[in-house]
Nanobody, 116 residues
Framework: QVQLVESGGGLVRPGGSLRLSCAAS????????MSWYRQVPGNEREFIAR???????DVADSVNGRFTISMDNVENMVYLEMNSLKPEDTAVYYC??????????WGQGTQVTVSS
């Protein structure tokens, strides 16, 4: 079992920035990849960004150029730096840990609200 705890969410004005953190109970160096997703109530979860064990990344078109994923595999932390936030970025943001067997672990999520 892998426990994931997200933090850093909150209320921010449009154009503002937030940095989300995800603390993993297991070594993220052993993961196939770490990802961020988000979900608005009533909608499906949306892929945001992914970072692989070799530090390569994938980023969704909707946030490309505004969001950056990174990780610290010494502290077993994954981060999502979010800039130029828009009201449509409002959602619950989830961190995931994917094993090499393609088993996914999810955190409980952190709420991000972008509003003036």
């Amino acid at each position: 079992q892998v426990q994931l705890v997200e933090s850093g969410g909150g209320l921010v004005r449009p154009g503002g920035s937030l940095r989300l953190s995800c603390a993993a109970s297991a070594s993220i160096s052993s993961a196939y990849c770490m990802s961020w997703y988000r979900q608005v109530p009533g909608n499906e979860r949306e892929f945001i960004a992914r970072i692989y064990s070799d530090y390569n990344t994938d980023v969704a078109d909707s946030v490309n150029g505004r969001f950056t994923i990174s990780m610290d595999n010494v502290e077993n932390m994954v981060y999502l730096e979010m800039n130029s936030l828009k009201p449509e970025d409002t959602a619950v943001y989830y961190c995931t840990y994917r094993t090499w067997d393609r088993l996914d672990y999810w955190g409980q999520g952190t709420q991000v609200t972008v509003s003036s």
